[in-house]
């Protein structure tokens, strides 16, 4: 069946410290992997989404980047965290366009 | 550019009245479009969705969307809101190109 694993749940990290989190799914391939946050009181805003291994398109520029290493594999980083990063952070892929699937979402907290 | 416009930020109604939480998506060519609903710290659970079979979907607990071509719009309804129902909703769309869009969310409040 198919699945998605976004981890962590949770993170608190400090003001300049580094960020990846990682996404990968389960049972499909050549799937579209897509990243959104969602800042306190805001909806989900698309940064990146990617149709292939190696390929991402941007969409809001800031100070993330993500990287797409395997088919399965979405990895959102950042060199140097900013309190305006806080929010919570959703991976997701679609299987031609019919069908959506998202993680269960890691809530960044940047102190 | 591909966009979707969910028109009310804030919707409150009394419980027992309907619901009607609005939603708009930029024309192209055989969207799919999805309603899903996000309670305070849980993740997204799928409403409903249209793939271009009937154009009024029916979803979970008494949910409803009905896909209007001409006017670009996948409104969602609920003849009867419960206090359960209170949560942020989410209109979403892929378009043909497989590009996946949130509109900005609606927050229900249902009111006893």
């Known amino acids: 069946s198919q699945t998605i694993h976004q981890w962590p749940a949770t993170l608190v990290q400090p003001v300049g410290s580094p960020l990846s989190l990682e996404c990968t799914v389960e049972g499909t391939s050549n799937p579209n992997l897509y990243w959104y946050r969602q800042a306190a009181g805001r909806g989900l805003q698309l940064l990146f989404y990617s149709v292939g291994i190696g390929q991402i398109s941007s969409e809001v520029p800031q100070n993330l980047s993500a990287s797409r290493p395997q088919d399965r594999q979405f990895i959102l980083s950042s060199k140097k965290l900013l309190l305006s990063d806080s929010g919570f952070y959703l991976c997701a892929w679609t299987g031609g366009w019919t069908e959506a699937f998202f993680g269960q979402g890691t809530r960044l907290t940047v102190v | 550019a591909q966009s979707v416009t969910q028109l009310d930020s804030h919707v409150s109604v009394s419980e027992g009245t309907p619901v009607l939480l609005r939603c708009n998506y930029s024309?192209?060519?055989?969207?799919?479009l999805f309603w899903y609903v996000q309670h305070p710290n849980k993740g997204l659970q799928l409403l409903l969705k249209y793939t271009s079979a009937a154009t009024l979907v029916k979803g979970i607990n008494g949910f409803e969307a009905e896909f209007k071509k001409s006017e670009t719009s996948f409104h969602l309804t609920k003849p009867s809101a419960h206090m359960s129902d209170a949560a942020e909703y989410f209109c979403v769309v892929i378009y043909a190109e497989g590009k996946l869009i949130f509109g900005q969310g609606t927050t229900l409040q249902v009111k006893p």
């Open positions: 024309s192209s060519y055989s969207p799919s």
